[in-house]
């Protein structure tokens, strides 16, 4: 069975570009989610995907992040236009529909740089 | 407001000594614990989890928990280190309510031959 995949594992940007992060789920897992870790410090939620639809986006830092999750299979996340701080390693995550007791499954995530 | 401490940014070891790496928690209702780890380069791998039942929980590696309510402790241990067990341990917690992780700042762990 193939884990979750992100592309592209590292991403360096000029400040004010825009950059699309992609995540292909584990196959089967209705729930997906996104993370981040920015300068070393604790992993935090963006949001979450049941299917195609956002159940809770209350992680997102503002509104130049955009997730998407088209068909309820791969999600994409964009930064338009990117800022400094938002550098960091994101991660996807998926997991299956049997409640929240079920372990997520993590991707190997994206180094995101914006210089 | 949820939370999760890991008190430690590193914790050193020798290689077959007992190792434990801490973990206290702060969530509304029953919580859900679990451990992750990080080696370089790779994502975050699920190590073990506690929802109900036996405070010991069991997980990948050779790697156990123990569930400590009244302390609100999820310590990660295991009886003998590898240096293979050198990596980044993640902490996290979930309330009954929410599919949101809220994770600690990690640990690194460091076992020496």
């Known amino acids: 069975e193939a884990g979750v995949t992100q592309f592209p594992s590292h991403s360096v940007i000029e400040k004010g570009q825009t950059v699309t992060l992609r995540c292909d789920p584990i196959?089967?897992?209705?729930?997906l989610y996104w993370y981040r870790r920015v300068m070393g410090k604790e992993i935090k939620f963006l949001l979450h995907f049941v299917k195609e639809s956002k159940q809770d986006e209350s992680g997102m830092p503002n509104n130049r992040f955009l997730a998407e999750r088209t068909g309820g299979t791969y999600s994409t996340l964009k930064v338009q236009p990117a800022e400094l701080e938002d550098s960091g390693v994101y991660f996807c995550?998926?997991?299956?529909?049997?409640?929240?007791?079920?372990?997520?499954?993590f991707g190997q995530g994206t180094r995101l740089t914006v210089v | 407001a949820q939370s999760v401490a890991q008190p430690e940014d590193q914790v050193n070891v020798a290689e077959g000594n007992p190792l434990t790496v801490k973990c206290t928690y702060s969530v509304s209702g029953n919580p859900y614990l679990f451990w992750y780890v990080q080696y370089p380069n790779r994502g975050l791998q699920f190590l073990l989890k506690?929802?109900?039942?036996?405070?010991l929980v069991k997980g990948s590696y050779g790697f156990e928990a123990e569930f400590n309510k009244s302390q609100t402790s999820f310590h990660l241990k295991k009886p003998s280190a590898l240096v293979s067990d050198s990596a980044l341990y993640f902490c996290a917690v979930r309330a009954s309510s929410s599919y949101k992780l809220i994770f600690g700042s990690g640990t690194r762990l460091l076992v020496r031959p």
């Open positions: 506690y929802i109900t039942g036996d405070n």
């Open positions: 196959s089967g897992h209705d729930n």
């Open positions: 995550a998926s997991s299956r529909s049997e409640g929240v007791s079920t372990e997520a499954f």
